[in-house]
């Protein structure tokens, strides 16, 4: 249990530190986000990223080109941080507790995976004496999505009087505004205005319409006191309203306040207030022990399939558990969303969602919870029109191409070397598809969305690409490196385009009633993915990133400053591109998804070379650098690529975990243990597990869903077991041997490769 409880004693109060633990105990469940800021607020010339987030929910905001060329982007949409709930003060006979003023005797900060809360605990003393014990519970509902609640207690230690609560709900909220951080430096705009304030029964509500998109967004807020008490409402002069709590409190009494706050948004909902109403009256009728409960029982199965456990390193052992949670809190539960680069912890890269999801994220649910899964993909498929459209916007003709970054569907890449040129997210999400069916065979899913997209993208290549020297090539693209743009022939993208056309075409064979495209096309598809150009150099034995890579003056990274990363903020984006310079994984990664397409020496090589020229300055890079060294048998170097990847935000290894979540790292860190220190791969004939133990490690194990069964994987200094815990019988190969399990079955193997 120990490992999926969080604590920090003594609570620091620097700007730094307060920043980031807004982040590290933001509650949120993929449908909201709320940042951790202290109910009752900071001196005035502290900051603060106080902020509210609804998954999909955005507003437009102007992204002026200085050069009006054609198809340039400019407009975007933004995540709105929606409302202010969280404010509570409180008064103790007249003073009121403040962090900052009177004497904190002790406090804490927990967050409990496990039970899916944060929680703050204070005993302070005022300025006059009087002292108070604190505990203030905040818990984002992963059973009631909208239900944010808020339980306030206080109690006097040593004094009699007067307790008073200030409870604040208010619309008045705008965006963190940055102008040094290029993450958050759009310039300030007021993105909400006021449409309706109305008491309902003992609540309050309140409802904002975006200035350009046209969506609406509801807050209600309730109160509830553990006694009886005078509760005053008030209107506020903006848009807001006021709540006062007041009740007498004796020597050694605690007093409960119960601040429920449920939110709607019109992507989801016709009537955000009804909505939002209807839910309110259900959740205050019941017990608050049932919400809680009912959290604690979700996360339960969660664990129970999310299960990945390090033994020998505490520290380790932890950061992993709360990388696995913030995953949980930050991916989209519905059609209507994502998951964002910062998931819902902050407004870091405006909420957008990026390749991310489907090459970091998706391959955990995929072995834990599919049914995530198919929801990551149904959004896709929900926006699959605005694909279609953003390709004619590029000018192909026919086929549809998926925007870089985007919330509802169109692009939001200002600077599209780096952004709208990377075509290979096409690719990404067709992997994504194909990896869904190979894990669950659940080719009804395919034949109901996926089968349109993969036609859809697949054609976008057809068009992109074309026959050349008897191969065929695909120019002017942006691989995952963005140090190097706009070139032809990048073989992540190639790869990535021929396991795409192969298994479109494949798919249409397997569902031939749906007739979406000729026989003719898929013979194109086929012939296009067997005629497809990767690059490969006969002298150093590797893989080139793209045609022109090896040409360029290689970077002499030893010699360049460390005050100069990353290279992005201290170099011209056309000096990089002209340098043999990566800012993350790109051909590694091709070789880790696709592993087959190449020689194990073919890859060995090329890990050796990319590794001498790749800065990491992004934090997607060493999860995958970790991954291919486990593959090729360099255990330390996969060890020290996992470890930095592991702790990133949990221990703010790169000192910018203030600004949000690293989710993408996070998945990472996820497929750093199971598909690379594990060695999961699931390819067309079947499920392949090839473990190996770190030295400085006692064990490890994780769990995987694999075609209606649930494995539980187990690796120590004995061996290998594989246990079979639920559902049907199941074959898979273990370090090479195909093996079957059925129901409480267990298949053992040594960690050596000769048995």
Request: overall charge negative; glycine content about 6%; aromatic content about 12%.
């Amino acid at each position: 249990m120990k490992s999926y409880r969080y604590e920090v004693r003594q609570i620091p109060l620097s700007q730094e530190e307060l920043l980031l633990k807004e982040t590290i105990f933001h509650t949120a469940n993929g449908y909201i986000g709320i940042r951790s800021c202290f109910e009752e607020g900071y001196p005035s010339e502290m900051q603060t990223i106080r902020g509210t987030y609804i998954n999909g929910f955005y507003d437009f905001a102007r992204m002026e080109q200085a050069e009006k060329l054609r198809g340039l982007i400019e407009e975007k949409q933004t995540i709105l941080n929606i409302a202010d709930t969280q404010t509570i003060k409180l008064i103790v006979d007249g003073e009121a507790f403040s962090m900052f003023e009177g004497t904190v005797e002790k406090s804490s900060r927990v967050l409990d995976m496990r039970k899916g809360y944060a929680e703050r605990s204070v005993l302070w003393t005022s300025p006059g004496g009087k002292k108070v014990e604190i505990a203030i519970r905040r818990m984002a509902s992963f059973v009631w999505l909208p239900l944010f609640l808020i339980e306030y207690s206080a109690r006097a230690v040593n004094f009699a009087g007067k307790i008073r609560f200030e409870s604040l709900h208010s619309g008045e909220a705008e965006n963190y505004f940055n102008p040094s951080d290029p993450r958050v430096a759009a310039e300030r705009a007021k993105y909400l205005e006021p449409a309706r304030r109305e008491k309902i029964g003992d609540a309050t509500y309140l409802e904002s319409k975006t200035v350009s998109s046209g969506l609406f967004v509801g807050s209600a807020v309730c109160h509830r006191l553990s006694k009886n008490a005078r509760i005053e409402t008030s209107a506020g002069e903006r848009h807001e309203y006021a709540a006062v709590i007041e009740a007498d409190i004796a020597e050694g009494e605690s007093v409960a306040l119960l601040k429920y706050s449920v939110f709607a948004d019109s992507i989801r909902e016709a009537d955000c207030k009804a909505a939002a109403a209807k839910l309110m009256e259900t959740l205050t009728a019941l017990p608050p022990s049932q919400l809680y409960q009912a959290q604690e029982k979700y996360l339960d199965q969660y664990w129970k399939r999310n299960m990945v456990e390090i033994k020998g390193d505490d520290d380790l052992n932890l950061a992993v558990h709360y990388n696995m949670y913030q995953l949980l809190q930050s991916v989209g539960k519905d059609r209507f969303c994502n998951i964002a680069a910062k998931g819902l912890s902050g407004e870091g890269y405006e909420g957008h969602y990026f390749w991310d999801t489907e090459m970091y994220i998706q391959p955990c649910f995929l072995l834990t919870s599919p049914e995530i899964v198919k929801n990551l993909i149904s959004y896709r498929y929900t926006t699959l029109e605005r694909a279609r459209e953003n390709a004619r916007i590029l000018g192909h003709e026919k086929g549809a191409l998926y925007p870089w970054r985007t919330i509802m569907g169109k692009e939001c890449s200002g600077y599209y070397v780096s952004g709208s040129a990377a075509y290979h997210i096409n690719g990404d999400i067709a992997y994504s598809i194909i990896a869904y069916y190979l894990a669950t065979k659940d080719l009804a899913f395919i034949a109901e969305k996926g089968l349109e997209i993969l036609v859809e993208t697949a054609r976008l290549w057809m068009d992109a690409g074309n026959w050349q020297d008897g191969a065929f090539q695909i120019h002017e693209v942006t691989g995952p490196d963005e140090y190097t743009c706009m070139v032809s022939n990048n073989y992540f993208t190639n790869a990535l385009a021929k396991h795409h056309l192969y298994w479109t075409a494949k798919f249409c064979e397997m569902l031939p009633s749906q007739k979406l495209s000729s026989r003719e096309e898929l013979a194109e598809f086929r012939k296009a993915s067997e005629g497809m150009f990767l690059p490969y150099d006969e002298k150093l034995g590797i893989n080139p990133q793209d045609d022109s890579f090896l040409k360029k003056k290689a970077w002499d990274l030893p010699k360049t400053p460390r005050e100069n990363f990353p290279l992005l903020l201290h170099y011209h984006p056309l000096y990089l591109y002209r340098h043999q310079v990566c800012k993350q994984a790109d051909t590694v990664m091709a070789h880790f998804i696709l592993e087959d397409m190449q020689s194990l020496e073919t890859m060995e090589n090329s890990f050796l070379y990319y590794e001498k020229i790749t800065t990491h300055d992004s934090s997607l890079s060493t999860a995958i650098f970790s991954i291919m060294a486990s593959k090729l048998g360099m255990k330390q170097k996969a060890c020290e690529y996992f470890g930095d990847s592991a702790k990133l935000d949990l221990f703010d290894t790169h000192r910018n975990t203030k600004d949000g979540i690293h989710t993408a790292n996070m998945g990472g860190n996820y497929m750093a243990i199971v598909y690379g220190f594990g060695g999961v791969r699931i390819k067309e004939n079947g499920l392949h597990l090839t473990p190996w133990l770190p030295e400085q490690w006692d064990g490890y194990e994780f769990k995987i869903a694999y075609q209606n069964a649930l494995l539980h994987v187990r690796v120590d200094k004995q061996g290998c077991k594989v246990r079979h815990e639920e559902g049907a019988k199941v074959e898979f190969y273990l370090r090479g041997r195909k093996i079957a399990v059925k129901a409480m079955e267990e298949a053992q193997a040594p960690l050596s490769s000769n048995w």
